[in-house]
């Protein structure tokens, strides 16, 4: 019933912008906390920002700074807006639901219920 279905991919000069979009269909975003997740090559799959249902925000120390996640006026997508992108930010990135509110984001890919289909981004410099 819950479809998470992620779009904005794709190969970006370093030091260039791409955004995410994560439309989230079953759900109202106020209703569940929501993150990003990635995983590089060789690499464990590793947190990179986190939407709960009121809006707060949390963000990997690798990202703070250059990436944003909001949701849109209809609250049914998901954002993450990354600038100044890095070879090191090359890999396939995925948009998941806590599928229930909590007060904080939670970095643990353990605690989220559903995925989207995953999506890369690749950097080049």
């Known amino acids: 019933q819950v479809r998470l279905v992620e779009s904005g991919g794709g190969l970006v000069q370093a030091g260039g912008s791409l955004r995410l979009s994560c439309v989230v269909s079953?759900?109202?975003?106020?209703?569940?906390?929501m993150a990003w997740f990635r995983q590089a090559p060789g690499k464990e799959r590793e947190f990179v920002a986190g939407?709960?249902?009121?809006?707060?925000?949390r963000y990997a120390d690798s990202v703070n700074g250059r990436f944003t996640i909001s949701r849109d006026k209809a609250r049914k997508t998901v954002l993450l807006q990354m600038n100044s992108l890095k070879d090191e930010d090359t890999a396939v990135y995925s948009c998941?639901?806590?599928?229930?509110?909590?007060?904080?984001?939670?970095?643990?890919?353990?605690?989220?219920?559903?995925w989207g289909q995953g999506n890369q981004v690749t950097v080049s410099s």
């Open positions: 998941t639901t806590k599928d229930v509110r909590a007060v904080s984001i939670s970095m643990d890919q353990t605690e989220y219920v559903y």
């Open positions: 079953g759900r109202d975003l106020t209703a569940v906390n």
């Open positions: 939407l709960t249902w009121r809006a707060s925000t």
